[in-house]
């Protein structure tokens, strides 16, 4: 979900402009679209951008820069090398065009995508409708399945492939390792909290709140700027569990 060392979020002009300037490519983490969607084809096309942050999600999750026209390669006829920024469009409305995207991710897609796109909206002077980065992590409960077309797709070196039995397989198996990690850290400070001497001195009921951020998640969700209050507001007695 980053750009340049740069979060998605927290895009400055400066990165966008740079992705021009050094004719980025695209890869497994990096995709662009020229503009955003029509609606004149049924949806078809937002379906296929959905279906792109669908593979972010399943593989090891990316950037999709709306708005950026890529290089015109004579041989191939496209080189996947940024050109120029084209812009969403002139008539591009964030507040119009995200609902869309958020319905065909909360109703096409399972498990919904929707809370897992991070979107950001930068509004640059002679680019027509501005750029849309959107962000997705790699997915803690992947695989997703996209419903309307029917697959299970993953990012490759560039652009997105149908997995075979054995990818598949790989998939689930990571879903299932996500899942015993964090059952792994739960009884870690289950067992912890029972040989507090501070807490059990209380005496009484006990209420063991453990907030664990997992890596999909940790740029989001950080407590380490609150500790010192949680820490006087859960623990009277001043130590830590």
Known sequence: MELFGQRVGQLR??????????????????DFKRAWPTTSDGGKALKDLALDLVSMANTAGGVILVGVQERVDATDGDSAAADSLSGCCPSFNFDVAM???????????????VGLVVPQYLRIEGVPGGVLALGVPSSPVRPHLMRDPFRIPRRAARGRVDPDIAELRQMFSE???????????????IARAHGNTTLLAAGGPTLLLELVPVDPYSHRLTMRDHYDQLEAQLLPFGSRA
């Open 175 to 189: 879903h299932g390792a996500w899942r015993d990690r964090g059952d792994q850290l739960l009884h870690q400070e």
């Open 13 to 30: 002009e400066e990165d966008i402009r740079r992705v021009i300037e050094t004719h980025a490519s695209e890869s497994r983490t990096l």
């Open 99 to 113: 609902p869309q995207l958020q319905g065909v991710l909360r109703t096409l897609v399972e498990p919904a995508l």
